[in-house]
């Protein structure tokens, strides 16, 4: 699911090159190991998932993304 997402993700960013295209699937890809990592911490750590863990993940994830996406060169 991450690959088909990176994929769709690297295909929309082809249209401003091909930087931003490997830029858009590295963030896809390391949001969701991002959002892998704290799964596992928590998990191990409590024992299970709350929505609580579930609404973490999903802002580790975006904050994680918006972060490889704002490294890039911007156009001027």
């Known amino acids: 699911?991450?690959?088909g997402a990176a994929a769709v993700?690297?295909?929309a960013g082809t249209a401003?090159?091909?930087y931003d295209a490997v830029r858009n699937a590295a963030a896809v890809l390391l949001a969701c190991a991002a959002a892998e990592?704290?799964?596992r911490h928590c998990r191990r750590r409590f024992g299970g998932v709350t929505g609580d863990v579930f609404g973490g993940l999903a802002e580790?994830?975006?904050t994680?993304?918006?972060l490889v996406?704002?490294?890039g060169p911007h156009a001027q």
Do not use: E, H, K, R
Request: aromatic letters at 0%.
């Open 69 to 71: 996406l704002a490294l």
């Open 37 to 39: 990592g704290l799964l």
């Open 9 to 11: 993700a690297a295909a």
């Open 1 to 3: 699911m991450a690959v």
């Open 16 to 18: 401003l090159g091909p």
């Open 60 to 62: 580790t994830a975006a």
């Open 64 to 66: 994680t993304a918006l």
